[in-house]
């Protein structure tokens, strides 16, 4: 079994503890997993980012090793986002590097517009907040917030917009399959996909306001989000475009290429970086 093991702080937040594992020196790196998923999602990556810098691997609410809030069904990607400031504060950083996946991207633009000075560089990897709402986006959305579909939904959607098979991919395909008997997991995934809809969770015109070095590593066979690629590069036009050839997680499904983007990136942004 893969992981990102390394010591590991529990911060308090609105939502409930939080589990942070932290591994490396250097700058400081924070990583931010989708919904489902939990911090070993980025297992691939996480020992060559923490042989440069200092890495945060974040559990939300309900995944990994952070209890679900105390009304799951409550959960929703604006307070996922309303809790990083105190994630940061937690860790004693008044600054770092964000890498958000999904609505881990999504949480970590929003910081980036609503506190500039908290966020030294961007890394948005198929994020959440760049998808422009129809008739049929927002039915596949109810649909998919009710918490039975999700529990039947569970390890089967993952097999569809996950497309490459590393042996991380096939530990996250099979870590979503185990959630079916999980309620609250099941309930905080699907209150997080019932808030996809509100207003509030649309970046496209905020965005513009980050400033941030921001890049963007987009899967383009990513069935969810993969086209939203180019609602973000609209909104970013001073953003760096990296699109990879995977689905959803390009960190899982191909580490190799996801760090020849990141790496160099990071390292810009943070020039002081050790090596090793």
């Not at 297992?43 to 042989?51: D, F, Q």
């Not at 958000?100 to 959440?128: E, M």
Request: proline letters at 8%.
């Amino acid at each position: 079994m893969t992981d990102v093991s390394g010591a590991c702080s529990v911060i308090a937040t609105a939502l409930g503890p939080v589990r942070v594992a932290m591994r490396g020196e250097g700058a400081p790196v924070v990583l931010l997993h989708a919904n489902p998923g939990d911090g070993r999602d980025y297992a691939a990556v996480v020992p060559a980012l923490a042989g440069r810098f200092r890495t945060y691997t974040v559990d939300w609410p309900g995944y990994g090793g952070s209890p679900a809030p105390p009304e799951p069904a409550a959960a929703t990607a604006m307070a996922f986002a309303g809790i990083l400031p105190d994630i940061l504060a937690g860790l004693g950083l008044r600054r770092a590097a964000l890498i958000g996946n999904s609505v881990g991207g999504y949480a970590a633009a929003r910081l980036a517009i609503t506190d500039p000075d908290a966020v030294s560089a961007l890394v948005l990897v198929n994020s959440g907040g760049f998808t422009r709402q129809t008739a049929l986006t927002r039915a596949v959305i109810r649909l998919k917030g009710t918490e039975t579909a999700t529990r039947s939904l569970a390890g089967r959607l993952s097999r569809l917009y996950l497309r490459g098979r590393t042996p991380v991919v096939r530990e996250m395909l099979a870590r979503d399959a185990a959630r079916r008997s999980d309620g609250a997991s099941v309930a905080v995934e699907a209150a997080i996909w019932r808030s996809f809809t509100d207003a509030d969770h649309d970046l496209r015109e905020r965005a513009a306001r980050i400033t941030a070095p921001t890049l963007l590593v987009w899967g383009t066979r990513d069935p969810l989000l993969g086209r939203d690629g180019g609602s973000a590069r609209r909104a970013m036009p001073r953003a760096t475009w990296h699109p990879l050839p995977t689905g959803h997680a390009p960190f899982a499904e191909d580490p190799e290429a996801f760090l020849t983007a990141v790496l160099p990136f990071l390292a810009r942004a943070h020039p002081q970086a050790p090596r090793t």
